[in-house]
């Protein structure tokens, strides 16, 4: 397993050591019971009939009773294990993680069940995740997500599409993550890279939705922070192909846009992007020019230029779009 690097990580590991020792107690008790049954009982003559038995009152009681014990521990220490985790709530403050979106009241008992030092909005995609931050700076990502080390940070999240779970093995349990519904994870974790994996099958690409958290000290941070918001609105130098390509190859774009010899061998969008800057038009849109304008606004935000397109706003800055523009309009 992976080290925990949370309070509730911590909790869900210990409760896994122990179901895992009963686990393999359990094992060793059955296979070591067969065995001997098979050793001590064996045939030995070819004529040779087993004595007929009716019954044993007290074999029956103990593999009933013994087997009942370890389940009422097992759950008796999962209670205690979430008993003890953050924002748990309490009687008087319920707090359920997850909830209708129009839910205020259960909405006001998460706001109340844990002192947080950030909220960051997330939303589930195929096959991405997006990380929307405070402050008005208009600062959104993708994949990663980039948090100050040791703070309180609550993720408010929904779906958009399709059921997707977060988890996070180190930092601590896996939650849902619906579409018409919130889901919340605390956490405070020290300076690192973790990693995880969307939980729950999401379509063809879900093996491509992985989730990453870079927690930085919190100079480096608002260092991040400034850079990103400066980056959102204006380009800060012409599109670099090269840039570009490395952005589409390390994005969630290879989940479902294919090109030939390179590592994108999604086939979910319905052309191949191989000889894209030979098509006459983009998103299959007469009159939708195939050109670095159309192409711009076609990433800025696709669901304005064609409603209804599977293709999502991933919240490109505007350098991030110059660069894929450039590296799209060399694939002829």
Same mark, same amino acid.
């Given at each position: 397993?992976?080290?925990?690097?949370t309070?509730?990580?911590?909790l869900?590991?210990?409760?896994?050591?122990?179901?895992?020792?009963?686990?393999?107690?359990?094992?060793?008790?059955?296979?070591?019971?067969?065995i001997?049954?098979?050793?001590?009982?064996?045939r030995?003559?070819?004529?040779?009939?087993?004595?007929?038995?009716?019954?044993?009152?007290?074999?029956?009681?103990?593999?009933?009773?013994?087997?009942?014990?370890?389940?009422?521990?097992?759950?008796?220490?999962?209670?205690?294990?979430?008993?003890?985790?953050?924002?748990?709530?309490?009687?008087?403050?319920?707090?359920?993680h997850?909830?209708?979106?129009?839910?205020q009241?259960a909405?006001?008992?998460?706001?109340r069940?844990?002192?947080?030092?950030?909220v960051?909005?997330?939303?589930?995609?195929?096959?991405?995740?997006?990380?929307?931050?405070?402050?008005?700076?208009?600062?959104?990502?993708?994949?990663?997500?980039?948090?100050?080390a040791?703070?309180?940070? $609550?993720?408010?999240?929904?779906?958009?599409? &399709?059921i997707?779970?977060?988890w !996070? /093995?180190? =930092?601590?349990?896996?939650?849902?993550?619906?579409?018409?519904?919130?889901?919340?994870?605390?956490?405070?974790?020290?300076?690192?890279?973790?990693?995880?994996?969307?939980?729950?099958?999401?379509?063809v690409?879900?093996?491509?939705?992985?989730?990453?958290?870079?927690?930085?000290?919190q100079?480096?941070?608002?260092?991040w922070?400034?850079?990103?918001?400066a980056?959102?609105?204006t380009?800060?130098r012409?599109g670099?192909p090269?840039?570009?390509k490395?952005?589409?190859?390390?994005?969630?774009?290879?989940a479902?846009?294919?090109?030939e010899?390179?590592?994108?061998?999604?086939?979910?969008?319905p052309?191949?992007?191989?000889?894209?800057?030979?098509?006459?038009?983009?998103?299959?849109?007469?009159?939708?020019?195939?050109?670095?304008?159309?192409?711009? $606004?076609?990433?800025?935000?696709?669901?304005? &230029?064609?409603?209804?397109?599977? !293709? /999502?706003? =991933?919240?490109?800055?505007a350098?991030?779009?110059?660069?894929?523009?450039a590296?799209?309009?060399?694939?002829?």
């Amino acid at each position: 397993m992976l080290p925990p690097v949370t309070r509730d990580a911590q909790l869900i590991n210990e409760l896994y050591n122990v179901v895992l020792a009963l686990a393999i107690l359990t094992f060793l008790v059955v296979e070591g019971l067969l065995i001997y049954s098979i050793v001590r009982f064996r045939r030995r003559r070819a004529d040779e009939m087993p004595e007929q038995v009716h019954g044993n009152r007290t074999l029956e009681l103990v593999w009933t009773v013994v087997p009942a014990i370890v389940v009422a521990v097992i759950f008796a220490l999962s209670v205690d294990t979430l008993g003890r985790m953050t924002a748990r709530g309490t009687l008087s403050n319920p707090v359920a993680h997850v909830h209708a979106i129009n839910d205020q009241e259960a909405r006001r008992r998460v706001e109340r069940a844990q002192p947080v030092d950030m909220v960051i909005e997330v939303i589930g995609r195929q096959w991405i995740w997006q990380y929307k931050y405070p402050g008005g700076d208009g600062v959104i990502t993708n994949e990663e997500l980039v948090v100050p080390a040791n703070k309180n940070i $609550r993720l408010d999240m929904t779906a958009a599409d &399709v059921i997707h779970a977060w988890w !996070m /093995p180190e =930092l601590g349990p896996m939650i849902y993550v619906n579409p018409g519904q919130m889901s919340y994870v605390w956490f405070n974790v020290p300076p690192g890279e973790y990693i995880g994996q969307c939980n729950v099958y999401c379509g063809v690409a879900h093996a491509n939705m992985i989730s990453r958290v870079k927690a930085l000290p919190q100079a480096e941070f608002d260092e991040w922070y400034a850079k990103q918001a400066a980056a959102t609105s204006t380009a800060t130098r012409p599109g670099d192909p090269e840039a570009g390509k490395q952005l589409f190859m390390n994005s969630s774009c290879v989940a479902c846009h294919y090109i030939e010899g390179t590592k994108a061998q999604g086939r979910v969008a319905p052309r191949e992007l191989t000889h894209f800057a030979t098509y006459p038009t983009i998103a299959q849109l007469d009159g939708f020019e195939n050109n670095a304008e159309n192409l711009a $606004r076609w990433l800025r935000d696709p669901q304005s &230029v064609k409603p209804g397109t599977a !293709m /999502p706003n =991933l919240n490109l800055k505007a350098q991030e779009i110059a660069d894929l523009v450039a590296y799209l309009q060399t694939l002829k």
